[in-house]
């Protein structure tokens, strides 16, 4: 009788609402889901209009275009603008001889610029740009000073640059001992192999 009760009783403890303390914020609610349409509010567009920081310049006509493109790489070409901007270029292909007297084919460009200063003067840049390199020259532009005639005279003095001179054959490096030692085991290897 007294299994029977302690039956009874474990039955009616085991059947009671379990309390977890640990995992508190997680509560077992058995309810049924309720669904809503979402709520979505809309705002009209304002549209803002900010005023440019610096005004706004009409654009600057060109007054004047031409190109003229050739098949071999030989090209002219100029501009102008309204407010004194005219630039001008000619390129020709140039055939030039290297010390192997092999040809080598490189543009030679000349041209000039002319612009409106601040100051309203007109300033006029002439270039060349060939196997030498980029060289302008213009009346606003600095020049280098002359060149001492101390320096100069020494210049003079010194012996000439020796010539390059080609790269004689050189012996081959013996390979080290351990890659000798390698390759002969590779090969002592293959012709075991070989012989089955």
Known sequence: ?????????????????????????????????????????????????????????????????????????????????????????????????????????????????????DDGQTYTVNYIADEFGFRASGAHLPNPPAVPADIAKAVKTLPPLPKDEPVQQVQQVRQPAFQQYQQQQSQQRYQQYKQF
């Not at 803002?48 to 030989?74: C, H, M, W």
């Not at 901007?85 to 080598?104: M, S, V, Y």
């Open 1 to 117: 009788m007294k299994s029977l009760v302690f039956a009874a009783m474990l039955a009616v403890a085991s059947a009671a609402p379990q309390f977890n303390n640990y995992n508190s914020a997680q509560k077992s609610v058995y309810s049924k889901q309720q669904y809503e349409e979402p709520v979505v509010q809309q705002k009209a567009s304002v549209s803002q209009y900010v005023q440019p920081s610096k005004p706004v310049l009409p654009p600057i006509a060109i007054t004047s275009f031409e190109r003229n493109v050739q098949p071999a790489g030989d090209y002219q070409f100029s501009y102008g603008t309204e407010h004194g901007i005219n630039i001008q270029e000619d390129a020709k292909i140039k055939e030039i001889r290297d010390e192997k007297n092999e040809p080598h084919h490189v543009p030679a460009v000349t041209g000039s610029y002319s612009y409106v200063g």
